[in-house]
């Protein structure tokens, strides 16, 4: 299988380099190589010829910031997915594109989230990227929606959550981290081996991916504390009011996942100790 993967300096992308299937032949695209807005560049670049998947990982992914850049997040979330379902549909390629929880709103019931459910996004990234989704309907293209992406010690110097705990350790007697949002963590690594899954079995329409389990932030950060022998009683909760974001974040994130990914605690482990 010849692969081509958009957005090759992200999280994603790197576990993605980390997990890639035998039999296939990868082609990475970093934002300096291909810029995925820019329509001209997406419909001719010569690294698409004839490939069989293109998987998109880029995408305009800093929350708060989003609510202030509109057009930018649109650019890369909504507009983009468009051109590179264009330039595949040339090619003949299936398109695996990543989108997010987001999605869901305040009114999303509290149970796990299917597909089907209905979508009501209150933030720029999460609207953008839904209409990315959109953009992409009754093509050739699997959707695959994740959540709560971390990579841990795995991915030295990125900042995701569970990176960020590790670091906080060190320097804090104690936090405060929120515990009435719920979702499912998911170590980067076993959602790497889902997109390429996914892009092996061009199932098309929408897909959940995400490690299975849930809890909140809070019980994410004690587990952090906890693997590495150091007192989760230093992390206390608090509400989201008190810890106001500019995005507001969904309280209820917890996706039903169409891909077997391992349970998130013992995920958390193999993170902590950078064991794919
Ligand atoms: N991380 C999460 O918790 C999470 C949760 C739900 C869904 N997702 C989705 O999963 C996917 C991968 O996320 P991630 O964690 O890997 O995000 P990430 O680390 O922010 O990576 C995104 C990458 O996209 C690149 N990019 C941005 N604009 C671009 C452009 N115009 N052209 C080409 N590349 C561009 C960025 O390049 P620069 O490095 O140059 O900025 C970055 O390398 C995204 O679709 C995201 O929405 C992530």
């Known amino acids: 299988m010849k692969a081509v993967l958009t957005g090759s300096g992200g999280q994603l992308a790197a576990a993605m380099r980390a997990t890639v299937p035998e039999d296939v032949q990868v082609t990475w695209l970093a934002r300096a190589d291909l810029d995925v807005t820019d329509a001209a560049a997406v419909s001719r670049h010569p690294a698409l010829n004839g490939c069989d998947v293109l998987i998109n990982?880029?995408?305009?992914?800093?929350?708060?910031?989003?609510?202030?850049?509109?057009?930018?997040?649109?650019?890369?979330?909504?507009?983009a997915p468009g051109y590179l379902a264009q330039r595949c549909a040339g090619e003949g390629a299936h398109l695996v594109h990543l989108s997010?929880?987001?999605?869901?709103?305040?009114d999303a019931p509290h149970r796990p989230l299917t597909p089907q459910d209905a979508t009501a996004p209150d933030t720029v990234y999460g609207r953008t990227k839904l209409a990315g989704e959109h953009r992409l309907r009754d093509l050739d293209a699997t959707v695959l929606r994740t959540a709560w992406v971390y990579s841990g010690n795995t991915l030295p110097g990125h900042r995701d959550f569970v990176s960020t705990m590790l670091r906080l350790e060190q320097t804090h007697p104690e936090l405060t981290v929120v515990d009435d949002q719920h979702g499912c963590p998911t170590y980067a690594v076993d959602l790497a081996?889902?997109?390429?899954?996914a892009a092996r079995e061009r199932s098309g329409g929408i897909r959940h991916a995400v490690g299975a389990g849930q809890t909140t932030w809070f019980g994410l950060a004690?587990?952090?504390?906890?693997?590495i022998g150091a007192d989760p009683e230093r992390i206390r909760p608090v509400t989201s009011a008190e810890y106001p974001t500019a995005a507001r974040r969904p309280e209820w994130s917890v996706l039903a996942s169409d891909y077997e990914l391992p349970e998130w605690r013992s995920a958390l482990s193999r993170a902590v100790a950078a064991k794919l």
């Open 57 to 79: 990982t880029a995408a305009y992914t800093a929350v708060d910031a989003a609510e202030d850049d509109v057009d930018a997040a649109t650019a890369v979330n909504e507009l």
């Open 100 to 106: 997010t929880d987001y999605v869901f709103g305040p």
């Open 193 to 197: 081996r889902a997109v390429w899954q």
């Open 222 to 227: 004690r587990a952090v504390f906890t693997e």
